[in-house]
């Protein structure tokens, strides 16, 4: 797996995700949207874990420094 999400990216994407997350959970829970944005949310929170996303891969975007 390479790295491709630098520190700044990582950060506003864990941020992003937990407002997602609270969305999804809290404001429209028990609804397809609210499904939806806690799995865009998970996906959000795991490439930043990993420092990998692989949309960044496909389009040859590296925000590493």
Avoid: P
Avoid at 36 to 59: H, Q
């Amino acid at each position: 797996m390479f790295n491709n999400v630098g520190t700044g990216d990582r950060l506003i994407r864990l941020l992003f995700a937990s407002v997602l997350a609270y969305l999804g959970l809290f404001i429209y829970s028990g609804s397809v949207l609210g499904t939806a944005l806690v799995a865009v949310a998970a996906m959000l929170t795991i490439s930043a874990v990993l420092g990998s996303c692989m949309l960044y891969g496909l389009l040859k975007i590296n925000t590493r420094q």
